[in-house]
Every structure is written in structure tokens, then in C-alpha cells.
């Protein structure tokens, strides 16, 4: 999608110009070497789906809630281009890298509103925020910094890391806008801090900051506030979503019935059996195994009923093969609820087995509510201990 020189992007999906071939390469290798890794793979943290034993979790350890938006995750790339000019770069968990074509996305520096962030990596979501005026808003909001200016701050705990990108980063940048307010309509997206609360604020989460959302919300993440930025699946990092919404990325496998001709279509000269594409087809789920060897394997059946069949051949869409969101309905059925085009791949088996364990092992609201207390209880009890270690 064309997306404007000057003011906001079009699209949170394509949110600028993707790179391919020889730049893609090296963006990839520049962000690996930038973190100090030898893998050039996707390097944003993964959750781990929120199962009955993480409530126990979530007493022993500090962690921090926020609201999961219904949006879209990328890392927030700021380097510099040949010219030495600030550039921008949105990169998605297919690893693909978006160049932010408005140059009006600017953060300055604390003491120089001229100079900019080079080599500053941070993590976030990108979504529409409705406006009152019916209209709709495209917003970055960050809730994790793995690097910034060149200083790798992987290693340090989730509170300081968002400590030091308020500082360095969204501090200037906020001031900026106020000494320049008319500058924010030039602007490709809006840069916001996702807000955190403790564990334990379970419900302002539900009553306050949920329905207050000017996007779509998608259940609470919890994040360990201990423990050090982890590429990759990170078992301290707890997505939760409401029991109904727990959903697996599966690869959809179309197989059509070959039939017979009945007589009405001899009569027209079909003698040969022939594949039935109006039919509702076999659809096989496939779960991903890796890039070695076998990579999919059959994990079950998409129920489809002959309406839904209808609307999905109505889209004149290519629909094998597509990567498709599922959750299961109450007689234990996988439903589609939609496609899944931002994602390259369907999940891997180790997180539909995390999923199937939420699934299996429900935490509602309510058992939400109800730990509430107990993980207060405990976060307190360890400030104290920490106090007295403190004062001795």
C-alpha cells in the first residue's frame, strides 16, 4: 500500500515500504550485531499462553500487567540512512522490515532537539485508536526497549529498561509536540507508552483501564519485572485472554472430494469423475514443526458448516494453505475465526500444547479476581524483606 510522504500511515499492516533482497539482508544482520546475536531471526520476546499454574507465578515472583491491544506487534527500529538523515523501521514477526517513508518521525535527544536516536531498538504494538469524532488514529505504544543509543539494556530488569526509554526516548519526544503542536499532524503514527499496573490491580484492569481503551483489546500480559529481556519464547512473560478466546494459528489444508458425474451431468457429457470444489471440503489442521525434516504435522479437523462454506467461497480468495485463527466451540469443535495474513507461519507444537494446557486448565476472570489478594499479600511481603535487608 502507497503510504503518504507527509502524515499518517494507511496501513498498520504495511505500514511503509518492505525491504527485499540485499537491504533486507543486511538490515537483519545490522539489528543481530546490534543485540549481539549471531541469529538474524525475529528477536522480540514471545509470551507464554496463561495457564492455572502461573497464578502461583504471579505470588512468588513481581510482575507487572498490562492490557494486550488488538493490534499489531513490531520492533521500532531508529537508525540512521547513507546521508546520515534519521530512519525508521518497522520490523514484524515475520522478520520482515517496514521503511517509515514520512521523515517527520523524529526523537530527539534530551539536550538537542535536532539530534536523534541511532541504534535504539524498542518493542510495541501498532493500532487504529478510535477518536470521538468517529475517525481513527494510528499509535505505536512501546512496552519494552532492548536498546537504546548503542547501550544494550537486555540484561537489566523490565522496570528499569522502561525507566530509561521514559528518560532518554518519550520524555524529549512528548516535549517536543508540546513546543510544536502543529507538527503532530505531519506525523506517520503516534509514540505512547503502554501503561503498567501491579499484578495484583486485577480489577482497575477489568472496571478502569479495559473500557476505557480507544482500541481493541485482546485479554492482559503480565511480564516479569525481575527478569532480563528474553529473545524468543520467555516463560515470564503470561498472556492471558478470556477462556473462550484462547485461540491457535493453525495452516489450513484443503482436500476436495473427487465424485462421480450423476445423471443429470452425463447427460451434459461429464462421463469422468471429477474434483467438487461447491462441496464442503475436508479441512485438515496443520501445526508447525520446525524448519527441519517433517515440518507440519496433522493436528485436526476445521468444522465447517455449509454457510460458512458458502461466505469463504464467496471471497474469491486463494484459502489453502492460508495460515487461520481457531478456538473451540463447547462441544470441543475448532471454529475459524479469522485469517491470519500477518503471520508467515501457523504456531509451533510446543505453543499449541501451551495453549491446549490453557484451554484444559481455564483461568477466568474471576480466578483472576480472586488471586488478586494473595499476589498483593505476597509483593508486600517481599518489599518488607527487601526493606529490612535495606536498613541493616
Known sequence: MEQPADGPIQSIAEPGVKASGPLLYSMRKEVAELLGRHQ???????????????LDELQKQDYYVCEKSDGIRYLLYSTSDEEACEAHYLIDRKNDYWFIT????????????????????????????????????PRFLVFDCLVMDGNKLMDRTLDKRLAYFKERLYTPYKKLFKEYPDELRFQPFFVEMKPFQLAYGIEMMFKQVLPSLKHGNDGLIFTCR????KHGTDPHILKWKPPEENTIDFRLKLTFPLVEPDEWERKEGITEPFIDYDSVPKSELLIFLGE??????????????????EILKGLNDPLNDRIIE???DDQGRWRLLRFRDDKHEANHKSTVVSVLESINDRVSEKDLYRAAGPIRDSWKARQARSTQVRDR
Open 102 to 137: 514520512n521523515r517527520n518521525l523524529h526523537f530527539p535527544l534530551e539536550n538537542n532537539t535536532q539530534a536523534f536516536h541511532r541504534d535504539t531498538l524498542v518493542d510495541g504494538e501498532l493500532v487504529w485508536d478510535s477518536l470521538p469524532n468517529g475517525k481513527t488514529e
Open 326 to 328: 481457531c478456538n473451540q
Open 292 to 309: 527441519s525434516g517433517d515440518r507440519y504435522e496433522l493436528f485436526d479437523e476445521l468444522y465447517l458448516t455449509e454457510e460458512e462454506w
Open 40 to 54: 538474524t531471526g525475529f528477536p522480540g520476546a514471545q509470551p507464554v499462553s496463561f495457564a492455572r499454574q502461573h
Open 226 to 229: 525481575n527478569t532480563a529481556y
